[in-house]
């Protein structure tokens, strides 16, 4: 088992390969580790501290006698500890790395299905001509979805997750070194398919996008609260389809706006292309405030220099 | 099943309180999840017994301290219970609820020898 995600042992796939389960970089990460939180120190197993080997635990049938009643020594200690702690940290590291390149990251999570590769599919397509663009994809298996960005002519990366339900940030921060994620560019990261798990990851990104298709329930924000809470944008794809459908659009997006009342909402057709322009100009918007505070950064170190 | 994932981080949590607080074996594990995370206390318990297994933590009881929903009207300016995220101002209907409490999630205490 895994020691962070909990995925199967050895199942989290970069590009087909085998991802280090250390969980420590395995080359040269250069990002700073954000200076107020403190550093996480690793466990090493020692002669002196077995650490979460049974032999190594085993308090053998004498230990056992040894704790008999009233020869416990049984003490309280105080831990008051962030049980995701862990992968904030990766997530802030890896958003300050991202907000110091001007890279303007976006997590696009929803559930299977909704239509989310064909969103970035026309994406790329539309901004291909002035925007430097790359994408994460996460997925339990197959390289399918990074096969199908790749044919658009970007560079992707396909992050398999093995049993694992969505992607964490220390996977993405091994994703943006492989990727080479150079200055002044978009990154998508498109997680695992799965309205749950994905909600309590923060990946670094600068904001999380949701994609609800019209094809799905009307209920579907109130059924999955965390992931519609944690977003900034709700994308209702797949709208061309309204006529044939009973679905009412106004009481999705009522749902979802009960659930996080400052959520911004677009509807789309991402195969047929109504509504699209209206999120390429948000990713513009949002691409040009990261390149603000970008040069903001790099003003100030100047200034410090 | 994030759940297995928050297990295994409160096993790293754990073994890095045992190296550095000297203990050898954890009696019993304090866990505050609110009540407005994405956490089902039933399937975290499932798995915390499958994740601790051969740990310093192996056999420990877990305590889960549930922490209620606590939101803040806007309207009425004042704190209302909130027991989900959609949930509306017992007062006054309104939508608008800034959470105050039980978005936590954190390992509080351990019992240990």
Known sequence: MCTTCGCGHGLIQIDGKRLQHSRKPAGAIRYRMPANLPRQTSLKASADYPVHKPDLIDFGSGAAQAHASGMSQARMVKIERDILAKNNLHAEANRCYLTERGIFALNLVSSPGSGKTTLLVQTIAALREEQRMYVIEGDQQTENDAARIRACGISALQINTGKGCHLDAYMVSQGIQRLAVREDSVLFIENVGNLVCPAGFDLGEAHKVVILSVTEGEDKPLKYPDMFRAADLLLLNKCDLLPYLTFDPELAINYACRINPSLRVIQLSALRGEGMSEWIDWIKVGYHQVVTSKKKIENSQHHVD | ?113
């Not at chain 2, 190296?19 to 074996?25: E, G, I, V, W």
């Not at chain 2, 509306?88 to 509080?108: A, H, I, M, P």
């Open chain 2, 1 to 113: 099943m994030h759940e297995m994932s928050l297990a295994e981080n409160v096993l790293q949590i754990i073994e890095e309180a045992a190296y550095h607080q000297s203990f050898t074996r954890v009696k019993t594990v304090w866990l505050e999840i609110g009540q407005l995370t994405c956490v089902e206390p039933e399937a975290l318990r499932f798995c915390f017994d499958v994740v601790m297994h051969g740990s310093v933590a192996q056999h420990a009881r877990l305590e889960i301290i549930g922490i209620p929903g606590l939101g803040w009207c806007k309207t009425c300016m004042q704190e209302v219970p909130m027991a989900t995220l959609y949930a509306v101002c017992s007062q006054c209907g309104n939508f608008e609820l800034e959470v105050l409490c039980g978005d936590t999630l954190r390992v509080k205490e351990l019992e240990v020898e």
